[in-house]
């Protein structure tokens, strides 16, 4: 038998508000998609989830010669500004070098600051262990 | 244990080739498709939906060439599948004796024939890499165990000519962190470019930990050079290039040397482990390159157990 993996409980009114909050705050900066795991100090502050792909890991290799997506014609990539922006960090800049596991789905619409103080965003699948 | 990782860790110089897209046809197809290849490629990437068009999927195919004694490398992008379908795949494959995995994060729906079809990149490359690795650790991502566990030569791609330039052997040491043993590199048309890559991963000891496979396409008509150039994501074509093409008096004999001059350049740089080909036209181009690069035929470097022979220029 396998344990299910563990749900959320239904957010509290409290953690709405908060989660509105961050948004407010976090959207015009940062463009900010609400994944609930909020990795920008790891990404030059730099939003992944902005990526039309959604990468965590890097750019993919339809990066355009003039630096700009392949999706997107008309937009910079985004990690191509993650680096530039990561150097320039007096912190965290060889963060951008580590394995980010793949997005909690369920956190999507959270608060990435509660989620930061309770360490749910740290919670990756029990079969996940990068780097062995 | 693959033929292919079995060489790739005695160090033997190895070819790998693009598998045609195939539509249907069976046995009968995919041996049509190997017939000119098959001297001198040890694996043939089995793609999975290429620039987003639709085609037999990866998994069957990969399966019909160990039926009819090619060996397949699978792969896999993030395109079209969430990490379940893809574990899936995976335990498909190994069920089969699929073992070489070929990870990828893949081209967009945009590039395809069906852009108004979801995307859902629920893992990137580098995780998709991971996920592998996990399987063969004997369990699911949720932990969940399983039996028998599988094996795999676990591989992915990396783009030496797409910016940030600087930043892609970084990005490829994230691949060998996340469990990949081969790289094959997107077709790089600026040789500088290729260069600066390998000499990089050279440096950092990173070629030691991921085979480079430099990538070689065979063309025929400056239209298709520029046709690759404006719809294959990533491809850097230099102008100049295709200009060489279209002046020349024999338009394919001149992209036949352009590919010569590329693939004995890419087999000069350093951390060199094979070449990978691909061709759309089911002819002799690859037979005809390998043979003028001075690459021995399959048989011959696996009775000699070791492809020292292969000579460059």
């Known amino acids: 038998m396998s344990p299910a993996h563990p749900t959320d409980p239904p957010p509290s009114t409290g953690a709405r508000v908060v989660a509105a909050l961050e948004h407010v705050v976090k959207k015009p900066i940062w463009d900010c998609r609400m994944c609930g795991q909020c990795v920008l100090h790891d990404t030059g502050l730099t939003c992944p989830m902005t990526c039309p792909k959604t990468l965590r890991n890097g750019p993919c290799g339809g990066v355009r010669p003039n630096g700009h997506c392949e999706v997107k014609p008309e937009m910079r990539c985004v990690w191509v500004k993650a680096y530039e922006r990561s150097e320039k960090l007096p912190l965290w800049r060889d963060h951008i070098d580590q394995l980010r596991p793949p997005v909690d789905n369920q956190l999507k619409g959270s608060s990435s600051w509660i989620n930061l103080a309770t360490g749910r965003d740290k919670q990756v699948p029990a079969g996940w262990a990068p780097g062995e | 244990m693959s033929a292919l990782e079995h060489k790739l860790d005695a160090g033997e110089f190895v070819v790998t080739a693009e598998m045609p897209v195939i539509d249907g046809g069976g046995h009968a197809e995919l041996q049509r498709q190997l017939e000119f290849m098959r001297p001198y490629v040890d694996a043939y990437n089995a793609t999975d939906n290429p620039a987003a068009h639709a085609h037999v999927s990866p998994l069957a195919v990969s399966i019909g060439l160990l039926q009819v004694g090619a060996e397949p490398i699978m792969q896999l992008v993030c395109r079209d599948k969430n990490r379940l379908a893809l574990e899936a795949d995976l335990m498909g494959a190994a069920m089969y004796g699929v073992h070489n995995i070929c990870c990828l994060t893949g081209d967009d729906v945009t590039a395809g024939d069906e852009p108004e079809a979801r995307r859902v990149f629920d ?54 962190l996340a469990g990949a043993r081969f790289l094959q590199l997107q077709m790089v048309y600026r040789t500088e470019l290729l260069e600066r890559f390998l000499r990089a991963a050279a440096d950092t000891g990173l070629s030691e930990r991921l085979a480079m496979i430099p990538s070689i396409m065979i063309l025929r008509t400056a239209g298709a050079m520029r046709f690759v150039a404006s719809s294959v994501p990533g491809i850097d074509m230099p102008a100049e290039l295709v200009r060489r093409v279209e002046s020349a008096a024999d338009a394919e004999a001149e992209c036949f040397e352009v590919a010569y001059e590329l693939a004995s350049h890419a087999m000069a740089q350093p951390g060199v482990a094979g070449l990978h080909f691909i061709s759309f036209r089911k002819d002799a181009g690859i037979a005809k390159l390998c043979a003028r690069l001075g690459i021995a035929t399959k048989q011959e470097r696996e009775s000699h157990g070791h492809s020292a022979s292969v000579a460059v220029g």
Do not use: M
């Open chain 2, 123 to 176: 893992l990137d490359g580098v995780q998709l890499i991971q996920l592998a690795r996990t399987l063969e650790r004997g369990h699911y991502l949720s932990g969940r165990q399983i039996e028998p566990i599988p094996h795999f030569l676990v591989g992915a791609v990396e783009n030496p000519s797409a910016p940030p330039l600087e930043q892609r052997v970084r990005r490829a040491a994230k691949k060998a």
